[in-house]
DNA sequence: AAAATATAACACCTTTTGGTTTCACTTATA
DNA sequence: TATAAGTGAAACCAAAAGGTGTTATATTTT
């Protein structure tokens, strides 16, 4: 983390378990730091940099409002992760694709 | 990575390029250490321990070949990770989910 | 049996991570 | 206009991550 964190990507964004978590709270309303922080067993200062390196990855936007800085989710650079992975998909989904060809196939021969 | 590196997740796991470019050469073809180590520009032993943190992660097998020791994919830990995904699915295809709608509705009208 | 090959296991080093505490700044409010 | 609330930013710290080089061990090959 420190100081002059700069290009996060994505993948290094979501490695973390609490900045995970962040996002799920996210996806359901968007919040201050301080209401975000109340969720964790750590100090709000941790919680500005797991915010800080989500931000980088433009997973989440914040706005200032009077003294207060919501937060909000955005979901797009996920597409980048899905994307990744559907590359692998074919991997496990062979698996059972081929299984459903095999009993396709078998039954075919009735 | 150090020495007693346990428990390491999928997430933690795909965070580092490098450890996704193995992944990706693996896709294609298992292969030794020493083949893998050829395709990156350092040493075999830290290309070793990116394989320790794969395979703590379960996603590459290595078995003893001879005096090698052939490693290879495993792609079903990411199946968390497409799940995990799953849930953020919605947020970005709903966007799209409701344009469709709202151009279907729109041709209907006619 | 000796030499070569392939990997494993250490010890070590530097940078990054994930956290803390403290202080300053801005915006509301009594 | 003080004072409280909310945040930002800096300095610091311990541990983990990501490398290195060296040495040891197992397996072929000559």
């Not at 922080?37 to 433009?58: D, G, N």
């Amino acid at each position: 983390m420190s100081q002059a964190a700069q290009n996060y990507d994505v993948f290094q964004a979501i490695a973390d378990p609490t900045r995970r978590e962040v996002l799920r709270l996210l996806s359901q309303k968007e919040m201050p730091i301080s209401k975000i922080t109340a969720h964790f067993p750590m100090t709000r200062t941790a919680i500005a940099k797991h915010l800080h390196v989500l931000s980088e990855a433009k997973l989440v936007y914040g706005r200032k409002e009077g003294r207060e800085k919501i937060y909000q989710l955005n979901p797009e650079p996920l597409e980048e992760v899905q994307h990744w992975l559907s590359y692998y998909e074919k991997f496990w989904n062979n698996k059972l694709s081929m299984l459903k060809y095999l009993v396709e196939k078998e039954e075919k021969k009735e």
